[in-house]
Every structure is written in structure tokens, then in C-alpha cells.
């Protein structure tokens, strides 16, 4: 990694995210291989590659909700397991069933469990702030909606709101603007920017190249290996995009 | 009603409340199928559980079933995992298998066992009351009774205690695992709670009623509310509903109770399935019929929009240009009517300025995209609907 990198990396201070020779396989076939990974504190960073690339494992393997056959990872310098409360996750919509029975609110209320722990249940303070985080992703007027009576775009502010009232440091969001219209795309990406004004780390896969440049301050080229990492500014080019995609890219990046 | 029929219609409710609190998870968790493995392959494991104990109310013994049916889901997910078959055909693979050596080990035993197939699927509970629980001398009730109140009690305490976990790890495991509450203890958990019900409720009511009694009421709940506490609560009443209509159906027509609980479970799904207020049958044919004539009144109505001239606007020649059927351009001209978006003189009609308003926000919001936003402005342009 070139100097200017890790320059950048020192001026944000901590580390929020680290990890080492991560290697995940699915039935022995490698879909992460030795991947080396430093997130600064503070960035609003993409993960971009083509499908396949392992972008998904990735975040989830950095959860522990994939167990990874080599490497280690922490946050802020601790394993996951044990900055549980530091770690928001929002996972692709299509990974839930939006017929389930509950309400919207109910949903957002979802986030408050990490903090409760086991048994306790939400009481006055948990329903405040899933209210106060429907407010801020403007879905407050759809709290008693059944969640299967939202449309996509909704659904994604829903699991937005989910992911703001865990009040954490670092958030991890898998393709929060599928399926959304361009409202809700501008709606989630300024909240997202206010996240990052407050001091947090957000990391998201994402699959619009065009918008990486204007969205993000950070990137990530994933394709089975980590190809490489640091700021848009620096890196988003047409080299890291072709050796990423296999293809012979050109993008135009505004800078 | 004397205490045995009492007696026979408290033990069946009291299954049928401890059936349908694991069951509404299944349900929900697509994974009804299971209940069937479990109440199958349980058999063997009764069967030694029988040998050893030669009690079948035995804690031991329902310990050692329930154990089997774990063993079950066990077997299903590592089959599964090989990624050689799907999930329905491990299923399919593991519960006959463990069924069937139960079966040949009653008949090997059948002298020594008061045990027999017809049994073990369909359930003795006319008989219940007859196997008593004698504490120092004193009768405190059925056997049963005991076996299953226990089991509700434990079920209702772990399903008060572990509610948020339950629903978190049933709707989305990746956010619950990324919490802290981890599916796989809340899935064997589930699972276990499910084999210990269904053996319990196996002596009285047989390997058929308990899966029934899982996923029928489950179901019928689920087509009633979007609410998972009222989801609960229904699938409670529906069960007691069918155990008691049940027993009453069978005590008429002098038939098996299980059966006759069974077929009520089913006719009460039926009709739910057919008259459920927003997921029913009927509603969502009637719901399809308002949106297909909405949908021509649009049409029409753009078609009035883009032409100006009287030929493609008279009444009767409606039928020829949007190529209708008279009855349809008949049902959509009266709709259209009535709800002030056109006017007709001299037999050519015209859009109104309330027509032409609805019009022209209906293309707006087909141009951008948004169609489902017409559904919305419905509500603010008809007074009467298709």
C-alpha cells in the first residue's frame, strides 16, 4: 500500500476494523482468500467487485456470522464477540421474509435487542428511540404498517432505522440501495453521511460504480483477493476497476 | 358430560394449546414438514424408551423420544448440508427410515408391549382418563393430564422468557446471530420444545393429530392477522376449538376423537382459507375483479384523454376501438359514471375536469414509475369502486 494511505489512515486516527489472512470456503472452495483489511475510523467506505467476489462473505465473516477457515479479526482491537455493541448490520433485504407478522416499528425495535441481552425485553426507552428512528429515516407515519405493505424502498429505511437505533460506531450495511427508488437512494445516502459527520465508520457493499466517487470517501476492490483499499480520491481508477472486474474499464472519476 | 368426557376434552385442549406455540414457529419458520419427521421418528425412541421403563407417561421415556426427534432434525441438516439433496428430501429420507425400525421393533415385541401401530398413529384418548396418577393413595388425575400440563407450563415459561429471541432468530437470523442470540441455539431449542411436546401429546392423540395440531392452527392464524402475539393467540383458540368441536363431532357420530379433532382442524383452515378478510379466497378474487375493471376505467379513460376526435368517442363504438366486450365496456362506462370522470352528450363522451385531473396524475405516476402510487389516489378520486 502506498505511503499516502496509511498517511490518511493515521490522520483518522484509530482503527476501526482489522483483519488478518481472512480465508473463507464454501464446501473447501475459497470465496475470501488472505485477505488483509484496515478500516479507519470514520470512513464512509464501499465495497465494490464483481458478483461472486465475496463481498457479502466479507462482512459477514467480519460478524462472525460465517466462520472463516483461517485469519482473525477486530474491532477496535478486540474480537467481535466482544464489541458486539459497537456493530450495526444491515443485511440484503432479500434475506428475510417481508410476509412475516409484524409491524414496522416492531422491526426497527429489533435493534434495541443487542443491547438488552437475553430475556430482558424492550420496554418505554427501546419504543422511544425505534420511534425517533423512523422519524429520521422519514417512515414515522408507517410504524403500524404491516412490513409486507411497504414497498422496496421502504423496507430498506425500515432496516436503516433498525441499524441507527443500535447507536453504534461502526455500520455495516449488504447492498442498502437494491431495489430502491432514487429518492430513497438520496434519502439513505445522506443519513449516511450524517453518520460519517458524526464520527462513525459505515461500510457498504455496493454495485453502482458510477455513484462510488460521489457517495463514498473510502473503497474497497474485492474479487476473491483483496485487490485494494484506501481512498476514492487515490485509488478509484481505472487500473484497480480492471484488474477487480477482468474487464477493460473506463471510468471518468471526478475529483 | 360426566369427568372422563371432561377429562378427555381438558387433555386435548391442553395438546392442542402445547401444539400450536411450537407450531406457529414452524409455520413461520417454513418448516412444518419437520413436525412430521419429529412425530414420526420418534417411534423407536419411545419403543426402547418402553423397554426401559415399561411406563409410557415416563419422564425418562419422554426424554429418551424426544431426544430422537432432535436427532432427527440432526440427521435432515447434515444430509442437507452434503448439498447432494434439498431439505424435503433428507426429510423424506430420514423419518421412514427411523418410523420403520420402530415398527419392526413393536411387531418383534408385540407380546410383551402394550404397544401397537394403530396406537402410535392415531392416539387412545378416549382411554386417557382411565390411566390414573395415584399420589399416597390419593387419585390426582389422569396420567396425561399430568404429562402434557407439565409440558404446556414449560413451553408457555420458555416462550414468555424468550419471545424477542424467537422472533428475531425467526425473521432474520443474520441480524440475530450479528447480536448475539444465536439461530442454532434458538432452532435446536425450538426443536427440542417440539419433540417433547409431540411425545407427550403422542400417547393421547397419535403421530397424525400432533402434526395437525402443529401446523393447522398455525396456518389458519396465519391467515387472519399480521400481528405474531395475535398469530399466538389464535392459533391457542383455533386448536381448543378443534379438540373440543372434535370430541363433541366424535362423541355424535360414535368415531375415533383424534380423527374427528383432525377433520375439524381441517374444516376450520378451509374456512378461514376461504373467507380471511385480506388473504382469503374470496376477497383476493373479489380484490382481482375490482383491479381488472380499475384497470380498463384507466384505460378508458386515457384513451378519452388522447383522442379528440367524436368518432372514437361515441358510446357505441366503444366496443370496436378498445376492442371490448359489451358487458365489460358497459360495467366500466357505468363505474366511469358514477364516479363523475366522464359525461356523455348526444351519446359522445367526454372526460370531466375531475376525469381529466385523475387522468393525467395516473400517467404521471405510470411515466416515473411509481404505478403503485395509483392504488393511493384511488382513495382520493372514487366514490364507488370496480
Known amino acids: 500500500m502506498d505511503t499516502h494511505t496509511d498517511e490518511h489512515a493515521l490522520n483518522k486516527g484509530n482503527l476501526a476494523v482489522k483483519v488478518d489472512d481472512l480465508t473463507v470456503a464454501y464446501n473447501y472452495k475459497p470465496v475470501l ?72 416499528l416492531d422491526v426497527v425495535m429489533m435493534g434495541t435487542y443487542g443491547s ?120 478509484y481508477n481505472d487500473d484497480n476497476l480492471t484488474k477487480t472486474y477482468g474487464i477493460n474499464y473506463k471510468v471518468s472519476v471526478q475529483k | 358430560m360426566n369427568s372422563a368426557q371432561f377429562e378427555i376434552q381438558l387433555i386435548a385442549s391442553l395438546v392442542a394449546i402445547a401444539c400450536a406455540i411450537p407450531g406457529t414457529f414452524l409455520v413461520l419458520r417454513k418448516m412444518a414438514m419437520i413436525s412430521d419427521a419429529i412425530s414420526h421418528s420418534i417411534l423407536p425412541g419411545i419403543v426402547v424408551g418402553f423397554f426401559i421403563t415399561q411406563d409410557l407417561n415416563s419422564p425418562w421415556l419422554i426424554l429418551l423420544a424426544a431426544f430422537t426427534g432432535v436427532i432427527t432434525v440432526a440427521l435432515v441438516e447434515r444430509i442437507q448440508k452434503t448439498g447432494l439433496v434439498k431439505e424435503d428430501t433428507a426429510i423424506g429420507l430420514v423419518f421412514p427410515a427411523l418410523f420403520s425400525i420402530g415398527v419392526i421393533m413393536i411387531a418383534k415385541n408385540a407380546n410383551d408391549v402394550h404397544l401397537d401401530v394403530d396406537a402410535v398413529l392415531l392416539g387412545e384418548l378416549a382411554f386417557a382418563p382411565f390411566d390414573r396418577l395415584t399420589v399416597a393413595g390419593t387419585d390426582i388425575g389422569p396420567k396425561s393430564l399430568w404429562v402434557i400440563g407439565i409440558i404446556l407450563m414449560i413451553t408457555i415459561s420458555l416462550l414468555i422468557a424468550f419471545f424477542k429471541e424467537l422472533k428475531i432468530s425467526t425473521f432474520d437470523p443474520g441480524l440475530s446471530a450479528s447480536l448475539g442470540f444465536s439461530p442454532l441455539i434458538m432452532h435446536y431449542g425450538l426443536m427440542t420444545v417440539s419433540s417433547v411436546t409431540t411425545v407427550g401429546a403422542f400417547d393421547a392423540v397419535g403421530a397424525i393429530l400432533v402434526v395437525a395440531l402443529m401446523i393447522a392452527p398455525a396456518a389458519s392464524a396465519y391467515l387472519l392477522t399480521t400481528d405474531l402475539k395475535k398469530m399466538l393467540g389464535l392459533a391457542v383458540f383455533f386448536g381448543v376449538f378443534s379438540a373440543i368441536t372434535g370430541y363433541w363431532v366424535a362423541h355424535w357420530l360414535d368415531a375415533s376423537i383424534a380423527g374427528s379433532i383432525t377433520t375439524m382442524l381441517g374444516v376450520l383452515f378451509l374456512f378461514v382459507y376461504l373467507l380471511a378478510p385480506s388473504k382469503g379466497l374470496i376477497a383476493v378474487m373479489y380484490r382481482d375483479k375490482q383491479q381488472r375493471i380499475e384497470v380498463s376505467l384507466l384505460t378508458f379513460l386515457l384513451h378519452l384523454k388522447n383522442h379528440t376526435e367524436e368518432r372514437e368517442r361515441h358510446v357505441n363504438h366503444l366496443n370496436e376501438h378498445i376492442n371490448w366486450q359489451k358487458v365489460k365496456s358497459e360495467t366500466v362506462l357505468d363505474l366511469a359514471l358514477k364516479n363523475n370522470m366522464i359525461i356523455i352528450n348526444n351519446k359522445i363522451v367526454s372526460l370531466t375536469e375531475k376525469g381529466n385531473a385523475f387522468t393525467s396524475q395516473a400517467i404521471d405516476y405510470i411515466i416515473t414509475n411509481e404505478d403503485a402510487q395509483i392504488e393511493d389516489m384511488k382513495d382520493d378520486f372514487f366514490l364507488f369502486r370496480g
Open chain 1, 33 to 104: 482468500w488472505d485477505i488483509d483489511l484496515e478500516i479507519p475510523e470514520g470512513v464512509l467506505m464501499a465495497i465494490v467487485g464483481p458478483n461472486g467476489a465475496g463481498k457479502s462473505t466479507l462482512i459477514k465473516a467480519i460478524l462472525g456470522i460465517l466462520k472463516p477457515i483461517a485469519g482473525s479479526v477486530s474491532i477496535y482491537g478486540k474480537p467481535y464477540h466482544k464489541q458486539r455493541s459497537l456493530v450495526a448490520y444491515v443485511p440484503q433485504k432479500g434475506s428475510v421474509d417481508w410476509d412475516f407478522p409484524t409491524t414496522a
Open chain 1, 116 to 235: 438488552l441481552g437475553w430475556i430482558k425485553r424492550p420496554g418505554v426507552n427501546e419504543k422511544k428511540a425505534a420511534l425517533e428512528a423512523l422519524e429520521k429515516v422519514g417512515m414515522l407515519a408507517f410504524k403500524s404498517r404491516q412490513i409486507s405493505q411497504l414497498s422496496g424502498g421502504q423496507q430498506q429505511r425500515i432496516f436503516l432505522a433498525r441499524a441507527l437505533v443500535q447507536e453504534a460506531s461502526i455500520y455495516f450495511m449488504d447492498e442498502p440501495f437494491q431495489g430502491v427508488d432514487a429518492t430513497t437512494e438520496i434519502a439513505i445516502i445522506n443519513i449516511l453521511k450524517e453518520l460519517r459527520k458524526a464520527g462513525k465508520t459505515v461500510v457498504v457493499v455496493h454495485h453502482d460504480l458510477q455513484t462510488v466517487p460521489e457517495y463514498f470517501d473510502w473503497v474497497t476492490f474485492l474479487n476473491v483477493k483483496k485487490i485494494a483499499t484506501g481512498p476514492v480520491m487515490d485509488i
